[in-house]
């Protein structure tokens, strides 16, 4: 699949070209660009609140890239990528790890706020777990809020329509290859601000899709993306809620198995999915072996409230698997001129080996009472 970026001499609006030549041959050579605002998120059940939290895919995705992207062993601190994200002056959490490492731009805008409405009843694998409204709305991204250089790859990962469809084609300009998370083109906002979904053909993004790499959609907005159409176009990622996810691609598909997990709060599961999703291209995996990794950060997700945290062993035992079943960290696909998007032959073999670190990590949780998470939001 031929990946999206536009050569370097195409860049010349907005910038100093000379600058961002220099900039690409001195920058970390797989630096990445996230764009999509932070948010609050305040979970609702039986009409109370049952917990206040940081949200916004790109507090889940920075989480799950910071944990999972290959980096040498001088890098400890964080993943090399930048976050393009805004927030009021009313935004509470500029300490908690994602936005501390990567603060958000400032504007005169309230941040955006979400209030997600948990049925009472325990949610089935592909119907709507929650109802979302957005109360609050912060400025959108321009393209002109992106740095003037080049990304290896870029994820858009909008939340409430912040991800105008020209910052979107800025990004394509500036990534060799750019994730776009479905939420981010289709959602819209009724006048009570009830999150509902449009039509993506019917959307200035459309004409897009051939230019981005990959598309992730939910079961729930996959029939507004029109997965036999966006599949011609691009590669589509749909995820499954427990049953794990399923790949479209021009001429094939891909059925990926899901992890164990206790849910105690869906919210971010398809972020970290994105996330992992990157993380394993970085890896140098193959699309359908990536997504197994996708897979694995969704289910993490899905088992603590709000952005996860994760055990330092699970991680080690993870990066563990990955450096033994990879061969080309050396050359990530993400970094090249084509992606391999069936499975390797060592596709179940990995999925084994991550399958016991997550029973390990769902067993340890569910045994430790002091793992911060009261109980489970989504259901009764
Ligand atoms: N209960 C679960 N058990 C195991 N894995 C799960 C569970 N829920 C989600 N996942 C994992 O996370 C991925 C994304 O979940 P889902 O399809 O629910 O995304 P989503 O609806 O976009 O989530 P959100 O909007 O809450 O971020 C799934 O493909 C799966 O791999
Ligand atoms: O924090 C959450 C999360 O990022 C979800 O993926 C998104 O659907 C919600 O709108 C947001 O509030």
């Known amino acids: 699949m031929p990946l999206a970026a536009e050569p370097v001499e195409a860049l010349e609006e907005g910038g100093n070209q000379q600058q961002l030549l220099l900039a690409t041959k001195g920058g970390p050579a797989l630096e990445g660009l996230v764009v ?8 609702i059940r039986g009409g109370r609140v049952v ?4 949200g916004g895919a790109a507090a889940f995705v920075s989480n799950v890239l910071d944990a999972a992207s290959p980096r040498e062993e001088e890098e400890q601190e964080a993943a090399p990528f930048v976050v393009v994200s805004k927030v009021g002056r009313d935004f509470a959490y500029a300490s908690a790890p994602a936005p501390a490492r990567r603060p958000p731009l400032l504007c005169a805008s309230p941040t955006t706020s979400f209030h997600a409405q948990f049925s009472e009843a325990a949610a089935s694998a592909h119907a ?10 912060c400025d959108p991204i321009y393209p002109a809020d992106l740095p003037d250089r080049r990304f290896a790859y870029g994820l858009a990962v909008g939340v409430a329509g912040e991800v105008l469809p020209e910052t ?14 479905a939420q981010a083109l289709i959602r819209a906002f009724d006048a009570d601000g009830a999150v509902c979904h449009v039509s993506l053909e019917d959307t200035p993004y459309a004409r ?7 598309l992730k959609a939910s079961s729930e907005e996959a029939p507004y993306v029109g997965v036999e159409t966006a599949r011609r176009r691009c590669c589509v990622i749909v995820t499954e809620g427990r049953d794990g996810c399923r790949l479209f691609w021009d001429g094939g598909e891909a059925r990926v198995a899901p992890f164990p997990a ?51 062993k699970m991680l080690q035992a993870v990066k563990e698997i990955l450096e033994d ?14 992606f391999t998007l069936e499975r390797s032959n060592m596709h179940d073999e990995l999925h084994t080996a991550l399958q016991e670190t997550a029973r390990l990590m769902s067993e340890q949780q569910q045994a430790d009472p002091a793992n911060g998470n009261g109980g489970d939001i989504c259901s009764t």
């Not at 999509?36 to 979970?43: I, K, P, Q, R």
């Not at 359908?288 to 997700?301: E, H, I, Q, S, Y």
């Open 36 to 43: 999509g605002s932070y948010c609050h998120d305040v979970l």
């Open 51 to 54: 917990g206040e939290t940081l």
């Open 128 to 137: 709507p777990d929650r109802e979302l409204r957005r109360v609050r709305a």
């Open 168 to 181: 979107l084609e800025r990004m394509i300009r500036l990534c060799r290859a750019v994730l776009v998370d």
């Open 208 to 214: 897009l899709l051939p230019r981005v790499a990959f």
């Open 262 to 312: 206790v849910q105690v709060d869906p919210t971010g599961a398809g972020d970290s999915f994105l996330a992992g999703f990157a993380a394993g291209l970085l890896w140098g995996l193959p699309a359908t072996d990536a997504a197994l990794l996708g897979n694995f950060f969704g289910a993490a997700a899905v088992s603590q409230v709000g952005v996860p945290t994760f055990h330092p």
């Open 325 to 338: 079943k990879t061969t080309k960290r050396s050359s990530p696909c993400i970094n090249g001129t084509t």
